[in-house]
């Protein structure tokens, strides 16, 4: 919800780009990640493989992410999608899988 609100909140000044908001961006994304990463633990189509739980958890993130861009651009009247954001995210979300991986310990695909 925070990513959310945070997202479609109308801006008086966007910056064309700015360091300190693509780190918030990462640390959001690795954060739903990694609720999403224990999330899908408990799901029987993502218990036994990694890669299942890799694409879940990039699918959502990923759709998320490409949606609140897609509603700035379109909806909201002082803020834009940026493909940056995107990319920020997707850092995020890779970063969350391998230290979420690496803490579970290495399994096989």
Known sequence: ????????????????????????????????????????????????????????VLFLGNFLGIGIEMIQHILIPSRYGDLMDVIANNGGILLALLIAEFFKGHEAL
């Open 1 to 56: 919800m925070l990513i959310l609100f945070g997202s479609i909140m109308p801006s008086a000044s966007v910056p064309e780009f700015n360091l300190y908001d693509k780190a918030v961006h990462l640390f959001c994304y690795a954060l739903l990640s990694l609720l999403l990463f224990v999330a899908s633990l408990s799901y029987s189509f993502t218990q036994g493989s990694v890669l299942n739980r890799w694409l879940t």
